[in-house]
Each structure stands twice: as structure tokens, then as C-alpha cells.
């Protein structure tokens, strides 16, 4: 065996082991209850009149894209 079979060999094995413990990572994750069962996840925001109404911040962003948009 020369050195060029031997380095493929071994990246093989290693790759084979990683791939076999993130299959056993998944597997784990997904057999265990990550999240309560009795509390469900709804989606909706805590506050989504705020969501509404734009920040400040995000008005000085918006001025800033629009004229770098226009000076192009």
C-alpha cells in the first residue's frame, strides 16, 4: 500500500465516522421532545401593532439605501 492509498483510506474512515455521528446526532435530536407538548408554538408576535409603525432607525436605513440606490 503506498502512501497515496493510505491517505485515501484514511480520509474515508474519517468521513465515514462523521457522517455516522451526525446521522447519530439527527437521530437523537429527533427521538427527543425538544419542546414541551403541552405548550405549542402559535407563530403570531408579541406586539404586531409595533410591526406597524417603522423605527427611527429603520427610517435613516431607508433614506440611506434609496440614496445610494439614486447616486448609482
Known sequence: ???AES???LLQAILIISA???LWLI???KS???MDENSEYSGSARD???LSE????ALSEL???IQKKSDR
Do not use: A, H, V, W
Open 1 to 3: 500500500m503506498n502512501m
Open 20 to 22: 455516522l455521528g451526525l
Open 27 to 29: 437521530l437523537r435530536r
Open 54 to 57: 417603522p423605527t427611527p432607525e
Open 7 to 9: 491517505t485515501e483510506t
Open 63 to 65: 433614506d440611506r439605501l
Open 48 to 50: 404586531p401593532q409595533s
Open 32 to 34: 427527543s421532545k425538544t
